[in-house]
């Protein structure tokens, strides 16, 4: 089963997404309502100083009239620190009175003002107000005029802004506060709602993996009355269909694979028969060939003649007999040869194999040498014959001028406990290359081109020993491979194994 990875799935990028809209609304909303309570804060402010300046002007006016000196500075030098403490008490804020030059006319602060109120006072000298922040302090000053229009100084209230800041301040931490209360109360909503539209998909995507599986539905995995149940709906319909189609293709793959399994046993079987039926005909052309050598170049030798006449009669025998035997097996649609085991005296049947082969060596030039044991092994005899002509007519082709070729048997005790021949033939030959060892055995395998050209090989003898060796519950081995030549171990029982499943 497929280990399922941590992943960004559709719950969070919906969570996110969602806290994402509320904090920028909630910011947007906030930001404006604030902007709005600023600029309500600003206007009011406006008004209300715009308001005291137009009173201290009716003030000056009445107290210009009253006074009777035509002079405005005159008048302000007079009446200014009085008029400016009359006008602080009036409006509840301190006020400022200043001339014409700039210079004070008069305060209601109990001490003087030290505030650079310069640029401010040439703006009021042209008739407009002006206004100074100092941290929570807000100077505004206005024109002050006399009855015929004619300025007569500037008049500056102090306004003190921290009540306003800190109202402000209350404003803006309760929006904080009731924007993440609304923002947690919505997220935790909006996800609960996703999770739950989530859950769903993830149970239609599970009824989708198990499809995919091989595990059908047996009923709509989501019942609602909406979009997502309409596609449960149609999943668990999809599941039917592919269940009853793959139901079919299984029966159809079934049957194909018997048609395709019995096709390759008997193309399987043709190749086994046409190779063992090739090297069967071989090893006995081998021997009538090498006779027929000796008697191109012994023609006066009577007692080769006799030899050479008795093997070249008995080797066209059994060439008979094969093909015979081949022709009943073709007629019998059967292609694999008999197996009749029997305990087989292995002395004398290796020493007839050594026999066949001592006329083609001696024409190369090599020697021959046996080393054998009495002993017999639960066998078939031809099958032996031809394993060790197979191995010996090997050791011979591939074999050094001079060379020699040593056959020896021996008898072992395996680790399972039983008793095994082993027969070893060994040459002082060209070897095998280390990259094709582990290859050797496999059908139509030639080490090389070259060789296989040289000396007719088909890459079938090896191939056809393993599996001689195998069917008398034997087998064939490389045991060494060199520049000093090959050795190949035969091994096969020793006595008549025992069927499985029988007692001892």
């Known amino acids: 089963m497929k280990q399922r990875s941590l992943r960004f799935g559709l719950k969070w990028r919906a969570a ?33 100083l715009a308001a005291e300046a137009e009173t201290a002007n009716l003030r000056v006016r009445q107290e210009a009239l009253t006074s009777g ?19 602080g008490a009036e409006s509840g804020l301190p006020v400022t009175l200043y001339k014409l030059d700039g210079s004070l006319a008069g305060t209601s602060l109990p001490f003087q003002p030290k505030a650079d109120v310069q640029d401010a ?78 859950n769903v998909i993830t149970r239609l995507n599970r009824a989708a993996m198990r499809i995919g599986e091989g595990e059908y539905l047996r009923e709509p995995t989501v019942r609602r009355k909406d979009e997502l149940g309409e596609l449960a709906l149609g999943i668990y319909e999809m599941s039917g269909k592919i269940a009853t189609t793959h139901a079919q293709l299984t029966d159809e793959k079934s049957k194909l694979i018997e048609a395709v399994t019995r096709l390759q046993e008997l193309e ?36 080769l003649l006799d030899e050479a006449c008795r093997q070249i009669g008995m080797e066209a025998g059994r060439l008979y007999a094969l093909v015979e035997k081949a022709l009943k097996l073709s007629s019998m649609d059967v292609y694999d040869f008999e197996t009749n085991t029997a305990l087989v005296d292995l002395k004398p049947l290796l020493e007839d194999a050594a026999s066949r082969l001592q006329a083609k060596a001696e024409q190369q030039g090599i ?14 005899a031809d099958n032996v014959m031809h394993m060790v002509m197979n191995l010996l007519d090997n050791a011979v082709k591939y074999n050094k001028p001079g060379g020699k070729v040593f056959l020896s048997n021996e008898a072992v005790s395996v680790v399972d406990g039983s008793d095994r021949m082993q027969i070893t033939v060994r040459d002082t030959g060209i070897g095998i290359p280390p990259e094709a060892q582990a290859r050797i055995f496999d059908p139509f395998y030639t080490v090389s081109s070259d060789r296989s050209r040289a000396h007719g090989g088909t890459g079938l003898g ?23 030549g090959s050795t190949f ?16």
């Open 16 to 48: 996110l997404l969602l806290a994402f809209l509320l904090t920028a609304v909630i910011a947007v909303l906030s930001l404006l309502v604030l902007a709005g309570i600023r600029e309500d804060q600003r206007q009011r402010l406006e008004q209300m």
């Open 69 to 87: 000196l035509p002079d405005p500075d005159a008048f302000m030098e007079l009446s200014g620190q009085d008029l400016a403490v009359n006008l």
């Open 121 to 198: 006072l040439a703006y009021t000298a042209k008739g407009q107000s002006a206004y100074i922040t100092q941290g929570d302090q807000l100077l505004y000053l206005a024109p002050l005029y006399t009855m015929d229009q004619q300025p007569a100084g500037t008049v500056q209230f102090h306004v003190s802004l921290a009540e306003q800041h800190a109202f402000y301040e209350r404003i803006q931490r309760l929006f904080w506060l009731v924007g993440a209360a609304v923002l947690v109360g919505g997220f935790l909503l909006g996800y609960l709602y996703v999770w739950r539209q989530a």
């Open 268 to 303: 399987q079987q043709q190749k086994l028969f046409i190779g063992n039926i090739s090297h069967e005909l071989k090893t006995p052309l081998t021997s009538i060939l090498a006779y027929t050598d000796l008697l191109n170049m012994y023609r006066d030798d009577p007692v």
């Open 367 to 380: 020697q021959i040498v046996t080393d054998l044991q009495d002993g017999k092994v639960w066998a078939d």
């Open 462 to 484: 090896l191939s056809l020993v393993r599996s001689l060796a195998e069917k008398q519950r034997g087998s064939v081995k490389l045991a060494a491979s060199g520049p000093e």
């Open 489 to 504: 171990v035969i091994e096969l029982p020793l006595e008549r194994p025992q069927p499985a499943g029988s007692g001892g």
